[in-house]
């Protein structure tokens, strides 16, 4: 099996970038959004707010809980998902720590 390119890469830079993934759609950002305001959600809920199907809703959520940015506990028919504070953290560090290295310069362009 070939080499892929994200093993050129240190596994703090693969890491950012699988973290960067979770905010790479509107969607993700408004279902992220949503959780944080309500601290828990229950997949159904999640259809009378935002303009997608459930299936959609349910790919979305899937690719987020494989980041690790939130987790989720099946109750029943019912799936309740939430932030996972861990991740949280870590992917908050690392986008500061990133973020923070930037100093302007007069004489860039």
């Known amino acids: 099996m070939g080499i892929t390119k994200s093993d050129l890469f240190k596994k703090r830079q693969n890491r950012v970038a699988t973290l ?32 997608l199907s459930q299936s959609t809703i349910t790919q979305h959520l899937k690719e987020l809980k494989q980041i690790g940015i939130i987790k989720g506990e099946i109750e029943g028919p019912k799936v309740n998902y939430c932030i996972d504070e861990k991740v949280w ?14 100093v302007k310069k007069n004489d860039c362009c």
């Open 20 to 51: 960067a993934k979770a905010f790479d759609h509107p969607a993700r950002v408004a279902i992220l959004e949503y959780i944080l305001a309500n601290e828990t959600c229950i997949c159904n809920d999640l259809v009378d707010v935002l303009p």
């Open 89 to 102: 953290e870590e992917a908050r560090d690392m986008f500061m720590n990133m973020f923070s290295k930037y």
